[in-house]
Structure formats: structure tokens, C-alpha cells
């Protein structure tokens, strides 16, 4: 089974809007990290936290972990036609390395 | 997708036939992997390389071999191709256990 499951599995909204994603897993995490992938083409990493880590910025991205819910969120502020593309999280689990994937949230910006 | 080449990009074959898919990176990684992407399911593990010749399975390794002789070359085999492998086929590298870079994908399809 997934060890990571997004939610909502799609979202749709306009520009200007602010998107959040949310992603829970199962077992204890080294890292989670933040992909998008735009239609046809290979996953762009965005971000990663740690498992010590509350909260993390990159330009509009904020993310957050918390690590007693095994869960996190992905926030797109002030979303663009440009941000249209799925978002997957995927986690590093604890003495492993191997990253294993959500099955991802389709994100559709409209103009 | 800089640095990381797959090829061939397109493959159309029959069922029961092998087929190798060859992954080439120039950023000279220690971690080379396979993915597979299908509606619903994100992206899943093949086998995963952590070394020239050191090789591990994924979570749907069956069906798969895969072979690391070199550090920039990582193929992925399919002994006998069957239609449920129809996919598209994911290979990524990284430094460790952190941020992934994907290369631009390979859509296979078994008949």
C-alpha cells in the first residue's frame, strides 16, 4: 500500500487563490519531500523538510510537518495559470533509502 | 531533466518480448532509480541502485532485472514483456537521500 496519500485528489481554482495540499503517511519519516509534475513530463523536486522541522519556505511554497499526526501540507500562495500541474509528496522512511510517493493531487489554475 | 537522459523515449512491443530501457546520467550520482507511473497509483518503485553493481528491489520488482556496470548507466529489463507493464517508465538519481532529479520519462506500451 501507498505509504503517502494526498488529499484532495484534485483541486481547482483561480488565479490569485491560495492552494493547499495535504499529504499523510504511515510509518516514521527520515524527510518528506514536495514534487510537482507538469503533464507529459518528469517530477521537479520543491521542497524538503526534515522530520525536526515544523515548517519550511521557498518563494510562494510553505510547507509544514507534523510528525505526531504523520502528516503534512503544501501551500501555493497566490496561485498562476503556470502552477497547473500535479503535486506529489513522497517520504524517506527511517533506516531506509528508498523515496516512496503519494499518488499525487491534480491542481488546475484557472485564468 | 539536465543531466539525466533516457532512452529510447517511445516503445511499442509485443508481449512476451524483452526490452531494456536505458537510463545515462552525466552528474556522476551514487543512487540511480526506476519508477513506474500509472492512473491512480503515483509513482512505485522498480529496484533502485546505490552503487556500480549494488542493486535493490522496489516494491514491484517482479517481472524486472535490472543492471548497473557502469555509474552513469542504470538499464532496466523486462524478461518477457506482459501488458500490465505497459506504463511509463521513470528513471532518477541523487546524491543521497534527499532531493531526486528525474529524467524526462519513457511511454511504454505491451500489445
Known amino acids: 500500500s501507498q505509504q503517502g496519500e494526498e488529499d484532495p485528489q484534485a483541486l481547482s481554482i483561480q488565479e490569485g487563490e491560495n492552494a493547499t495540499m495535504n499529504c499523510s503517511y504511515k510509518?516514521?519519516?527520515?524527510?518528506l519531500q514536495w514534487y510537482r509534475q507538469n503533464s507529459g513530463r518528469g517530477l521537479v523536486h520543491l521542497i524538503l523538510?526534515?522530520?525536526?522541522?515544523r515548517e519550511k519556505h521557498s518563494g510562494r511554497l510553505r510547507v509544514t510537518l507534523d510528525t505526531s499526526k504523520k502528516s503534512s501540507s503544501l501551500l501555493i500562495t497566490a496561485s498562476r495559470a503556470a502552477d497547473t500541474a500535479s503535486y506529489f509528496c513522497a517520504t524517506v522512511l527511517i533506516n531506509t533509502d528508498k523515496l516512496i510517493f503519494g499518488t499525487g493531487t491534480r491542481l488546475q489554475v484557472f485564468p | 531533466d539536465a543531466g539525466i537522459t533516457q532512452s529510447p523515449r517511445h516503445k511499442v512491443t509485443e508481449t512476451g518480448t524483452p526490452v531494456t530501457l536505458r537510463c545515462h546520467q552525466t552528474?556522476?550520482?551514487?543512487?540511480m532509480y526506476w519508477y513506474r507511473q500509472d492512473p491512480g497509483h503515483g509513482l512505485r518503485l522498480i529496484h533502485y541502485s546505490y552503487g556500480v553493481k549494488d542493486t535493490d528491489k522496489g516494491e514491484v520488482s517482479d517481472g524486472y532485472s535490472v543492471s548497473r556496470s557502469k555509474t552513469e548507466d542504470f538499464l532496466l529489463t523486462l524478461e518477457s514483456a506482459t501488458s500490465s507493464q505497459t506504463s511509463v517508465y521513470f528513471c532518477a538519481i541523487s546524491k543521497g537521500m534527499e532531493t531526486q532529479y528525474f529524467g524526462p520519462g519513457t511511454r511504454l506500451l505491451v500489445l
Open positions: 523538510i526534515r522530520s525536526n522541522e
Open positions: 552528474e556522476n550520482h551514487r543512487y
Open positions: 510509518t516514521s519519516i527520515n524527510n
